[in-house]
C-alpha cells in the first residue's frame, strides 16, 4: 500500500507556471505507475498526465499537451507536473494516483488507480 501527499497548488495568473508534487510513503515507489488527473466543481475527474514506473514513458491529455510535463524521481518518491502557459480552464482540483501494476501500459481512467492523494487546488485567474 502507499500514501500519497500533494502540493504545490495555488492561485497563478493566466500565462503563469506551477509546478505541482506527489510525494509517497513507502519503499515501493519505483513500482508503481502514477497519473496526475483533475477534478473541476460540478465535473468527473479527468485524466491529465500519466507516466510509468521507470519515468520512460509519459502521456497526456490533448488539453494540456505541450504546455504540462509529468516527471518522476524514484529515489525521492514523487511525481511532478510542471505547468506552463495555464489557462482559467485548468482551474481545479489535482490528484495524484497510484496503479498497482506491472504493465507499462499508461491508463487514462480513473477506476484504473488504486491509490489516491487528498488533492491540491489550483486556480487560474484571467
Known amino acids: 500500500q502507499v500514501q500519497l501527499v500533494e502540493s504545490g497548488g495555488g492561485l497563478v495568473q493566466a500565462g503563469g507556471s506551477l509546478r505541482l508534487s506527489c510525494t509517497a510513503s513507502?519503499?515501493?515507489?519505483?513500482?508503481?505507475?502514477m497519473g496526475w488527473f483533475r477534478q473541476a466543481p460540478g465535473k468527473e475527474r479527468e485524466f491529465v498526465a500519466a507516466?510509468?514506473?521507470?519515468?520512460?514513458?509519459?502521456g497526456y491529455a490533448g488539453s494540456v499537451k505541450g504546455r504540462f510535463t509529468i516527471s518522476r524521481d524514484n529515489a525521492k518518491n514523487t511525481v511532478y507536473l510542471q505547468m506552463n502557459s495555464l489557462k482559467p480552464e485548468d482551474t481545479a482540483v489535482y490528484y495524484c494516483?497510484?496503479?498497482?501494476?506491472?504493465?507499462?501500459?499508461?491508463?487514462?481512467?480513473?477506476?484504473?488507480?488504486?491509490?489516491w492523494g487528498q488533492g491540491t487546488q489550483v486556480t487560474v485567474s484571467s
Open positions: 513507502g519503499r515501493t515507489f519505483s513500482t508503481y505507475p
Open positions: 507516466i510509468s514506473m521507470s519515468g520512460g514513458a509519459t
Open positions: 494516483g497510484a496503479r498497482e501494476s506491472s504493465t507499462i501500459v499508461l491508463r487514462t481512467q480513473a477506476h484504473e488507480y488504486d491509490y
